[in-house]
């Protein structure tokens, strides 16, 4: 499998004094390559896709999501499997920022 291309704009965060609270914009190409690693952090994550679709594996349970449509990952649940359908994607980020877990993408 390929390394998929990946561009991150942090939009709010620590350097915007926010304190537990973080926003980004992840661009992907070559994103049917595949995307991150399994993982889990504390932070509740929510998702919003601005481009692209894809289906997203996690708690026994696969949500597909297009352009405005969101994905919530709940605090300490594994995700990251995920097969999206169109070489480009773009999502929004929003997620907590919570002692111990280790920065998001782009802090």
């Known amino acids: 499998m390929q390394k998929t291309h990946a561009l991150y704009e942090s939009l709010v965060g620590p350097k915007e004094g926010a304190k537990k609270l973080h926003l980004h914009v992840t661009e992907l190409h070559d994103a049917r390559a595949g995307w991150g690693a399994q993982h889990a952090h504390v932070a509740e994550e929510v998702l919003y896709m601005l481009e692209g679709e894809g289906e997203f594996t996690f708690g026994g349970k696969t949500h ?44």
Not at 82 to 107: A, H, I, M, N
């Open 64 to 107: 597909r999501a297009g352009p405005g449509q969101t994905v919530f990952f709940p605090s300490g649940v594994t995700h990251a499997e995920v097969k999206f359908f169109s070489d480009k994607v773009k999502y929004l980020v929003v997620r907590t920022v919570e002692p111990g877990d280790p920065p998001c993408c782009c802090q």
